[in-house]
């Protein structure tokens, strides 16, 4: 989120719709920022994205040093998972403005995470780490991936703290990201 002049794709590297956030866009107001410049949008753009609880297992969640936000990166420790929430509707118009948004220090990745039915919390609580869903429903999904794991600290990033403290900075429209909308 610090270089917004990355060289990225502009679609999909799949035919997905589908992304995966665990940081500061699981907050609905916080995608539509990036996505609309509008933290609410009308319910006719709202309504075309669903927000579901899910699991990204074999990565953890960390917070970058010096910043708001987390990256995640591989983890092959037996339990390692990230949960997050699979937002659908992801436009290629919506992947640009994603794209950009994370900028250099992301990859983004298309990966397979697992539906967490049990909870399907919309709001983005926290949930503990390492839990695994009660049923096994999985989608394809993009994700943005941290490249620099020696930047992360080894504390986890806490969404709650986030919502709290943060998140009204984050989802204002006059909080752009600079180039092309």
Known sequence: ????????????????????????????EVFFTVCYRNGRPPAAIANGHVFRSAVL???????????????????????????????SGVTDGNQHHLDYFEGSEYERRTVEVVLDSASDDESGSKVTEGSAPTKKETAKAQVYVFKYPNMLERREWDFDEFRREKMHKWARAEYTFEGPF
Do not use: W
Request: hydrophobic share 35%; glycine share 10%.
């Open 1 to 28: 989120m610090a270089d917004n002049n990355a060289e990225k794709a502009t679609a999909p590297s799949d035919d997905t719709s589908f992304g995966f956030f665990y940081g500061t866009l699981m907050a609905p």
């Open 57 to 87: 297992p074999g990565f953890t969640r960390h917070r970058v040093q010096n910043q708001e936000y987390p990256g995640i990166i591989e983890d092959d420790t037996p339990g390692a998972c990230v949960r997050g929430m699979l937002v």
